[in-house]
C-alpha cells in the first residue's frame, strides 16, 4: 500500500512494509494500561426495558423506501418549479455542496415541497442535509422542516432518517441538557409506536451518547440493555462510546475496561479511538494516564514507517471512521486482515488530540509550561492552527489571569493575540472570530490588563467580524457588564 511518510517535512509517497510490524493487541492494550488493575467485578444491576409488544406499523411510515416512483403531488409543477427541481438535483449532485444553495433552492419550491421532487431525490437530500461538521440550530431545523414535509405528503421515513433526526433534536445546542434528551425521546418514541420503525444500533448509539452526556446515566444504561434484550451487537461506535460513559462517571478503570473491550473485539485502534480514552481519563481526573496516551501516540506513529497522518479534513475522518468500522467486521474473523488494517491506521495526534489536551490544561490545570510544547508539536504534526485552541487559550487567560505570580501575564495575554490576528490576516484556513472567542477575549483583558483595553480589543474585533444582530447584542451585553465591572468574576 502507497501512503504519506511522514518524518516531520515534506511527505512523499512510500511503500509500506508490513512484515516489519511488530505491534500486536498487547501494545495497544498496554498504551492506556497505565496504572491497571481489573474491576472487582461487573456491574449487572437489573434494569428495566424499553421492549414492549411490537408497534403497529402505520401505513405512512416504512423501514425501506418502495420503488421509486412518483409521489403525490398537489397540481402539476409549472415551469417555475420544474426549474428549480432542476437546479436542486444540480446542487445535490456533489457531496460537499453548499446547505444554503441546496436549501434556499428547495424552500423556493410551494408546500409540499418534496411532492415536487422524486422519492430518490428527497432521500439525497436529507442525505446531504444530515452530514455536518457540527449540529446546529440553523442546521436542525432546515433537517426537520423536510421531515415535516414529508410527514405532510405522506412520504415515508427510513431508519436512517429518523435516527438524524433524533440526532439533530439531541444535539444542536452543544452541550446536552436534559430537555434535548427528552426531545430526542419524544421522536425515538414516535419512531418506534406512531411509524412502527425498529430501531438499530445506530439509533441506540445515539441515544446512549446523548444520555451519557447529559449525565442521564440510568437511562444510558436502559439503552445498552435494551439493545442487548433485541440482539444488536456493539459496534465501533458504541464501545468507543461506552469509554467515554466511564469517563464522565468518573471511572479510571472503568475506562481501561472498555478500552480492552474494544481491542478484544477485533475494532481497529486509530486516532479517534485513542482520543476518546484520553478525553475520558481526563474526566475522570486522570490527567497523568491522559498524557501517558498521547505520549504512547507520538511513539507508536513514530516505530510505524510510511504510514498516513490523521486526515485534517472532517469530511475525510467521517469517511475513515465508516471505512474502519465496516474492514473490522470483515477482520475479526481473518487476523491477517486485522493485522493490515490495524498497521494502516492513523495512529498520530490530530486537532482533537490537541483541542483535548490544551482545553485541559486551560481551563483546568492552569499548567500553561505544558500548552506551549503542544502548540509546538502541533506543527510537527501539521495540524494547523484552530479556532478552538485560540478559544481555550483566552478561556484560560481569563480563569488564571490577573493575579500575583500567575504564569498568565498580560504580556503573554498580548502576544497571543496579536498572533490570532496575525494568522486571522493572512487567512489561516481553520480561523475564525465568532461570538465565543470574542467574548472569552474580553473577559481575559479585562481581567488581566484592564477595562480600557478590553474597550481598545473590542473595537479592534469589530473591525474584522461581522456578527449577527443577535450575536451583536450578546457581546454588546457581556461589554456592558465588564464597564460596570459585573464580569470579572464570571466563570
Known amino acids: 500500500m502507497f501512503s504519506r ?8 509517497p512510500q511503500l509500506i512494509d508490513e512484515s516489519s510490524f511488530s505491534l500486536m493487541r498487547p501494545d495497544y492494550i498496554n498504551l492506556v494500561d497505565y496504572y491497571y488493575c481489573p474491576p472487582s467485578a461487573p456491574d449487572n444491576v437489573p434494569l428495566p426495558s424499553l421492549s414492549g409488544p411490537p408497534p403497529s406499523p402505520s401505513v405512512f411510515y416504512e423501514t ?9 403531488q398537489p397540481s402539476p409543477p409549472g415551469e417555475e418549479q420544474q426549474e428549480t427541481a432542476k437546479k436542486l438535483k444540480e446542487a445535490l449532485r456533489p457531496a460537499d455542496g453548499s446547505h444554503d444553495t441546496i436549501f434556499e433552492l428547495y424552500q423556493a419550491l410551494p408546500a409540499p415541497r418534496v411532492s415536487y421532487l422524486p422519492r430518490r ?37 427510513t431508519v436512517a432518517e429518523w435516527s438524524s433526526a433524533i440526532s439533530f433534536a439531541g444535539r444542536c445546542f452543544g452541550k446536552v441538557l436534559a430537555s434535548d434528551v427528552e426531545s ?3 421522536l425515538f418514541k414516535e419512531m418506534e409506536e406512531v411509524a412502527g420503525i425498529k430501531a438499530n444500533h445506530v439509533t441506540f448509539n445515539i441515544l446512549f451518547d446523548m444520555a451519557t452526556k447529559a449525565g442521564k446515566y440510568v437511562l444510558a444504561e436502559m439503552m445498552l440493555k435494551e439493545m442487548e434484550a433485541r440482539g444488536i451487537g456493539l459496534h465501533r461506535h458504541a464501545r468507543v462510546g461506552q469509554i467515554y460513559y466511564h469517563g464522565v462517571r468518573g471511572d479510571g478503570e472503568g475506562v481501561r475496561m472498555a478500552y480492552r473491550r474494544l481491542v478484544e473485539a477485533g475494532e481497529i485502534v486509530d486516532t479517534v479511538v485513542l482520543n476518546c480514552v484520553m478525553a475520558s481519563l481526563l474526566k475522570a481526573g486522570e490527567t497523568s494516564s491522559a498524557e501517558h496516551v498521547y505520549e504512547g501516540m507520538k511513539r507508536l506513529h513514530a516505530e510505524r514507517v510510511g504510514v498516513e497522518l490523521p486526515p485534517p479534513q472532517w469530511r475525510d475522518a467521517r469517511d475513515l471512521g465508516k471505512a474502519l468500522d465496516r474492514a473490522a467486521k470483515r477482520a475479526r474473523t481473518d487476523p491477517r486482515a486485522y493485522r493490515q488494517m490495524q498497521t494502516r491506521s492513523a495512529i498520530a495526534p490530530d486537532l482533537q488530540s490537541y483541542r483535548i489536551l490544551i482545553s485541559h490544561h486551560a481551563t483546568e490545570s492552569g499548567e500553561l509550561e505544558r500548552i506551549g510544547p503542544l502548540l509546538h508539536e502541533m506543527r510537527f504534526y501539521e495540524v494547523e492552527l484552530h479556532g478552538s485552541i485560540f478559544l481555550a487559550l483566552m478561556t484560560g487567560f481569563f480563569l488564571h489571569g490577573g493575579t500575583t505570580y500567575t504564569a498568565w501575564t498580560r504580556q ?5 493575540w496579536s498572533a490570532y490576528l496575525l494568522a486571522l490576516d493572512e487567512g489561516v484556513a481553520e480561523l475564525y472570530m465568532g461570538k465565543w472567542l470574542v467574548v472569552w477575549t474580553l473577559r481575559a483583558f479585562a481581567k488581566c490588563a484592564g477595562k480600557e483595553r478590553a474597550l481598545e480589543v ?23 457588564g465588564i464597564l460596570r465591572g459585573n464580569e470579572r468574576g464570571r466563570r
Open 458 to 480: 473590542w473595537e479592534d474585533a469589530q473591525r474584522r467580524w461581522q456578527p449577527g444582530e443577535g450575536e451583536l447584542a450578546m457581546v454588546n451585553q457581556v461589554m456592558r
Open 64 to 72: 425501506e423506501p418502495r420503488p421509486e416512483e412518483p409521489p403525490p
Open 412 to 416: 503573554k495575554l498580548e502576544s497571543v
Open 5 to 12: 511518510k511522514h518524518d516531520g517535512t515534506n511527505s512523499t
Open 184 to 186: 430526542a425521546l419524544y
Open 121 to 157: 431525490r428527497v432521500r439525497l437530500l436529507l442525505q446531504r442535509l444530515s452530514v455536518v461538521e457540527r449540529k446546529t440550530e440553523k442546521s436542525m431545523l432546515r433537517f426537520l422542516s423536510v421531515v415535516e414535509d414529508m410527514k405532510e405528503a405522506g412520504m415515508p421515513l
